[in-house]
Every structure is written in structure tokens, then in C-alpha cells.
């Protein structure tokens, strides 16, 4: 049970990945008001389906992990490390770019 626990719940409740997806969200959130309505429909929407996943994770981690075995638990922690450090490559990219085009107006 402990084992199932960890890796199939786990990195979709906390850590480092949950926050900085949200910092991301929020600071690449649209502008205009109809965009801004579509952007809050589409994050209601998407925070049901992650609260439903997370439910259904954590009520039957013990099914699941048996169903999937050790190799599998493995291959999920594998692609969920894989997953944070995209979304890590993202956040850098985005802050990266910003920064590169606000330098040349930065003139002291």
C-alpha cells in the first residue's frame, strides 16, 4: 500500500511542480475580458478533471499499484520526473524570452 501511496498520488498533489504550474498560469493569464472568461472556464474545467484524478488516485491506490506492478509504479515515477522537468524548460523559456526582449529597452 505504501509503496502505490507515493508514486501515483504524489506528484499530483505537491511539490515544486504544482507550484510553479500555477506561478506559470498565472502569470501567462490573458489580458482581454472574453479572454479572461475563457481562461477561468478552461482552469475551472481543468482543476475538476485534476480533483477527480486525484480522488480516484488516491481511493484506489492499492488496486492500481496492483494492477500495475512494480515495473509500472517505476515507468509512472519515470514519466512523471520526465513531465516536471518539461514544464521546468517551459518556465525557463518563457522567463528567459521576456527577459531577452525587455533587455534592449532597459536603457539606464
Not at 56 to 76: C, E, H, Q
Not at 88 to 100: D, Y
Request: charged share 10%; aromatic share 6%; net charge positive.
Amino acid at each position: 500500500m505504501r509503496d502505490a501511496f507515493y508514486p501515483l498520488t504524489l506528484p499530483l498533489t505537491v511539490g515544486p511542480g504544482s507550484i510553479s504550474i500555477a506561478i506559470t498560469l498565472g502569470a501567462n493569464e490573458p489580458r482581454r475580458l472574453k479572454a479572461n472568461l475563457l481562461a477561468l472556464l478552461v482552469a475551472v474545467i481543468g482543476c475538476a478533471i485534476v480533483a477527480v484524478t486525484i480522488y480516484l488516485s488516491y481511493a484506489f491506490a492499492d488496486r492500481l499499484g496492483a494492477v500495475i506492478g512494480p515495473t509500472g509504479i517505476n515507468v509512472m515515477i519515470k514519466l512523471s520526473a520526465f513531465l516536471l522537468v518539461c514544464i521546468g524548460v517551459q518556465i525557463l523559456w518563457n522567463g528567459a524570452s521576456r527577459l531577452l526582449i525587455a533587455l534592449p529597452t532597459l536603457k539606464p
